[in-house]
C-alpha cells in the first residue's frame, strides 16, 4: 500500500474527503519526522515505537572488489512493532 492509497483509506473509515484524509496523513508523519529530529521517540500504544539510533562508524567491503571502505558514522530510525501489530500479523 502506497501514500496515496493509505489517504484513501484513511478518508473511507474517518467519513474525511481525500483532501482532509491527506492532510492528515502528512501532518501525522511530519509529526513523528519531528520528534524524532528531536531525538524523541514515538510510541503509538498498541501499533509500535519508533526511535531513533546511532549507528557508529565501521569498516565494511567492498563487494565488487572486496576492498575494505570507511563508513561514516549516521542516524537511523527503528521501528518496534507493539503486541496488538504482532499478533495480528501473525
Not at 6 to 30: C, F, G, P, R, S
Not at 38 to 57: E, N
Not at 75 to 82: E, L, Q, R, S, Y
Amino acid at each position: 500500500m502506497r501514500k496515496p492509497e493509505l489517504a484513501t483509506a484513511i478518508a473511507e473509515k474517518a467519513d474525511l474527503t481525500k483532501e482532509q484524509a491527506n492532510k492528515v496523513l502528512n501532518a501525522l508523519l511530519d509529526e513523528i519526522t519531528g520528534a524524532l529530529n528531536r531525538k524523541d521517540s514515538v510510541t503509538l500504544v498498541g501499533f509500535g515505537t519508533f526511535v531513533q539510533r546511532h549507528r557508529g562508524a565501521r569498516t565494511g567491503k567492498n563487494p565488487q572488489t572486496g576492498e575494505p571502505v570507511k563508513i561514516k558514522a549516521s542516524n537511523t530510525v527503528a521501528f518496534k512493532p507493539g503486541k496488538a501489530l504482532k499478533d495480528a500479523v501473525n
